[in-house]
């Protein structure tokens, strides 16, 4: 009888001893996969909280490269809001202001005053007040006349072009700073599955994809509004110098005909 419960006791204490040694391997294993997935977690892109905006996160995530496009942004939407106000009609060329300067001039030169006004009007008026100035100097004909409204002209160009070079030079860069951001991301994909790093590491993979696609969307989100609105201010200045080139040649044809008279 004791022979049988010492032999009983003695299978109950070794049931007792694997099921406590199967506990610890399940502890330790997970212990170790907490381990794996906290290393797994800190090399992932920044997590969006309730506090963090979407949009900060996705530049958290992009990384460095998108830095660049973002000051692009700015400027292009600065340039963009400038040429829009500076580049309208009534800045420009006023409908009725090359009738009205005919007017004025048609029983002989205004006086001075009435000159400075009109260059301060708007371009058209500069370049007209310019023909007036030529006019009322002494031993100028109408070569004299056409020259200096030309190199009005020209420098009033030269004022309704401003910043496009810089807003098309925007609209060329922002898509190759976007590939460069993509070759940065493909970089980090294919370091982290070089032999040295122990096979690949979906986390490092993971963020290498997104900086390489947050940075061409962002690329291209820049550039092509920017061409667009360059391709629309070229348009509008060409039709504008166009306008004062139309108007200067009739203004010059009227002063030749007042100083014959």
Not at 60 to 68: D, K, V
Request: net charge neutral.
């Amino acid at each position: 009888m004791r022979a049988i419960s010492r032999e009983v006791l003695h299978k109950v204490v070794h049931r007792k001893c694997a099921l406590f040694a199967d506990a610890g391997k399940a502890s330790a294993y997970s212990v170790v996969g907490l381990s794996d997935n906290a290393a797994a977690d800190a090399s992932l892109p920044p997590a969006r909280t309730p506090e963090t905006p979407y949009l900060f996160s996705i530049i958290q995530a992009a990384g460095w490269p998108i830095w660049p496009l973002l000051a692009c942004s700015i400027v292009a939407l600065a340039l963009i809001i400038e040429r829009l106000i500076n580049l309208q009609p009534a800045r420009v060329a006023p409908p009725q202001l090359l009738e009205e300067a005919l007017a004025v001039s048609r029983q002989g030169l205004p006086p001075p005053d009435v000159v400075e006004e009109l260059a301060r009007s708007c371009v058209l008026g500069q370049v007209l007040a310019s023909g007036l100035e030529a006019a009322a100097q002494r031993g100028t004909d109408e070569e004299d006349l056409r020259s200096a409204m030309e190199a009005s002209g020209r420098a009033a160009a030269q004022q309704l072009e401003r910043y496009l070079s810089a807003l098309g030079t925007i609209a060329s860069a922002a898509p190759l700073l976007g590939l460069l951001g993509t070759v940065i991301g493909l970089i980090e994909i294919f370091g982290s599955q070089a032999p040295g790093t122990g096979g690949s590491n979906p986390a490092q993979l993971a963020q290498g994809i997104s900086i390489a696609l947050y940075n061409t969307a962002f690329g291209l989100i820049v550039a092509i509004p920017a061409l667009i609105f360059w391709r629309y201010f070229r348009g509008r200045v060409d039709a504008y110098v166009l306008a004062l080139e139309l108007a200067a040649e009739r203004f010059a044809h009227h002063l030749a005909h007042l100083r014959r008279r």
